[in-house]
Structures are given as C-alpha cells and as structure tokens.
C-alpha cells in the first residue's frame, strides 16, 4: 500500500463487522479497498466485502492524531460492539437469550472467516484474525460451547488471559473437570492446550495456541 487510505474508506473498514470483517460502503469505496489489498470480495452471491488480514490489522493501528490518543479500552457490553465474556469483567454484558442468540452468530461468522481465509478453506483450524486476537478468539470459542465465564453469582467460571508467550494464551478455571472440558472444547475448536501448574500458587491452568496444521 503505498498511501494511507481515505478518511472516507477508514471508516469504511473501522466500521466493519468486529468478526467477520464483513464491509459495508459504496461500489467505488469497496473498490478501492479490493484494489489496496484491504478487502476482498466474496466470490459467491451476495458477493459481499470481508477485511483480508492486512484490512484487520489497519482497522486495529490507532489513527494518528494530536494530541495524543487516550488509550482504546476493552470493549464493554456499553460500547455496542461485541465482546467475547473473557471472565471476569467489571461490567459484563447481560446474559439471556438475546446473548446465546449474539455468541451464536459471533461463533458461525468466525467459523465462516475461516473458511474464506485459511487457504484451504478450513474450518477446522484458526484463521489469521485469531492468531492476532487470541484472547477474544480463544473466549469466543469458549462462550459459544456454553462455559460459564468467572462472575457469575455462584462464584467459579473460565478466564482467559494473554500470556508473554507471542502464539498463546492462559484458561484458568478453579474446577478440574470443568478445566478439563475448556481443554476439549479448544481443542475441538482448532487449539492446541496443554494443562499446566502454577510454581507459585499450584494452580491448574490451560495454555493453549492455535492450530497451524
């Protein structure tokens, strides 16, 4: 890419679907993205736009300006954007229906992600996008097959957390069965966990990386 996209077409791809990338703009602005490499179009009808890899990571990169940008926080129930329950929240989104109905869609656009950008069309395996959010990736995974995310009232729950490892993340979950069940869950979603103890504080946990192969 040679120049930084339009004002217009930024917000063409900061508008996009937070999981599937899917875009929505006129003929000429999708155009344009195709053309700079930032999105593709579906070669099936609707024939619509998706971000490519490189449109995730220009939506991710801050806009430059002055004076210096305040710190982008993790997205909330508040903030109209979806957020896989992580565990542990402050603010959690509201449960019910309406949430199982939002996790749903969030878990079959990331599953149609991947067949669309993984090379061969797998479903099977985690694609670019969630090698790059790995956290969100890893809870979505998580959240869709119905565990229970740390902060509910009866106490308990998953937490996936970031680790200094570059390709992993951290589930810890205080039941062993349930612990054991994340690792199953990941592992049938394309992840590769291994269950862990802590030195300091014994506690068992997952690590797990996406699948390459």
Known sequence: ?????????????????????????????????????????????????????????????????????VARAEPTASSGVFSARVGGEEEPPEGGPARVRE??????????????????????????????????????ALEAAGHRPEGGAEGGGYRVRATPQPDAVAVYEPDPDALRACAATLERAGWQPGEYTEPRTRARYLLASPRRV
């Open 103 to 140: 996790v749903h869609s969030a878990w079959q656009g990331l599953l149609e992600l991947r067949r669309m950008t993984n090379q061969d069309g797998a479903m099977d395996r985690p694609c670019a996008w969630e090698r790059t959010h790995l956290v969100q990736a890893a809870a979505l």
């Open 1 to 69: 890419m040679t120049r930084p996209p339009t004002s217009a077409q930024r917000r063409v791809i900061d508008a996009a679907d937070p999981v599937t990338g899917r875009l929505k703009g006129t003929e000429a602005q999708l155009a344009a993205l195709v053309k700079r490499g930032l999105a593709f179009r579906h070669p099936r009808p609707p024939h619509e736009h998706f971000l490519t890899p490189a449109g995730h990571r220009l939506r991710d990169t801050p806009v430059s300006q002055p004076p210096a940008p």
